[in-house]
């Protein structure tokens, strides 16, 4: 019963450890959209004074370099997002499968307990049982 109480415990230490894991995953998705809308606000604030001082053949390069730029950073974060949710799926299975063996783990001990308190009960029916019949 010890060795079925330690699993127990070691599979909720894994439980947690994977939680956390998939925490921070999901904080650093919500990192990356975050950061997409800070690009597509800044492309939007550039793209008002773009559009405010046109008339400048300076501030058309810088524009153009800009958009370029900014651009480059939208599609490297939004490339990583699919990935980082691939691993968010992986690490949500992971914790499933831990949780379905512990669930297992904590099946197997109820019935290991009731299978002692039964084997208990026999036992004192028996002591009972043979006290009565001393007794008659």
């Known amino acids: ?15 947690d450890r ?5 925490l921070k995953l999901n904080l ?9 809308q800070k690009l597509d606000d800044e492309l939007a604030n ?4 773009y559009n405010a001082y046109n008339q400048n053949s300076l501030v058309n390069t810088n524009f153009d370099h800009f958009y ?6 939208y599609e490297n ?5 699919p990935l980082l949710e ?6 949500r299975e992971e914790l499933q499968a831990y949780f379905s063996e512990l669930k297992k783990i904590e099946h197997i001990l109820e019935g290991k307990v009731f299978e002692q308190k039964a084997q208990r009960n026999k036992k004192e029916q028996q002591e ?9």
């Open 18 to 22: 994977v939680k956390k894991e998939l």
């Open 46 to 49: 550039e793209s008002h004074a």
């Open 77 to 81: 974060v939004r490339n990583k997002i």
């Open 28 to 36: 650093t998705l919500e990192e990356l959209h975050q950061t997409l």
């Open 1 to 15: 019963m010890k060795t079925y109480r330690t699993l127990i415990k070691l599979q909720k230490i894994e439980i």
């Open 86 to 91: 691939e691993q968010i799926s992986l690490k």
């Open 68 to 73: 370029q730029v900014n651009r480059h950073k």
């Open 128 to 136: 009972l049982d043979a006290f009565i019949k001393k007794a008659i």
